[in-house]
């Protein structure tokens, strides 16, 4: 069972940049892909983006290409998700989670394990 903690949200003017963390619990963090995935008030959960197992491939959805970095610290167990430019419509409750596939999961149903999730609220 792994154990998800974001941490890192909280209100910014729009253009400011933050960096979301999930601390992981399990000691082999480095065997998961990992993602991201975001929920506004009143919309469905959506995917942000996403890192493989091996570290090598990185994915992002189309609304954050560019502005958003995902990585990990294997050493750490944690995954970040750095946020450039964020703009209005970035507001949501970020999750991170962990998955066992061996590809890139860009799918809500293909992970494993969800953290609590943080607050983003961006203000114009």
């Known amino acids: 069972q792994v154990q998800l903690v974001e941490s890192g949200g909280g209100p910014v003017q729009a253009g400011a940049s933050l960096r979301l963390s999930c601390a992981a619990s399990e000691r082999t963090f480095s065997t998961y892909a990992m993602g991201w995935f975001r929920q506004a008030p009143g919309k469905e959960r959506e995917y942000v983006a996403a890192?493989?197992?091996?570290?090598?491939?990185?994915d992002y959805a189309d609304s954050v290409m560019g502005r958003f970095t995902i990585s990990t610290d294997d050493a750490k167990n944690v995954v970040y998700l750095q946020m450039n430019s964020l703009k209005p419509e970035d507001t949501a409750a970020y999750y991170c989670a962990a998955s066992n596939s061996r590809r890139l999961p860009t799918a809500a149903d293909k992970y494993d394990y969800w953290g609590q999730g943080t607050q983003v609220t961006v203000s114009s």
């Open positions: 890192i493989t197992r091996s570290r090598i491939s990185t």
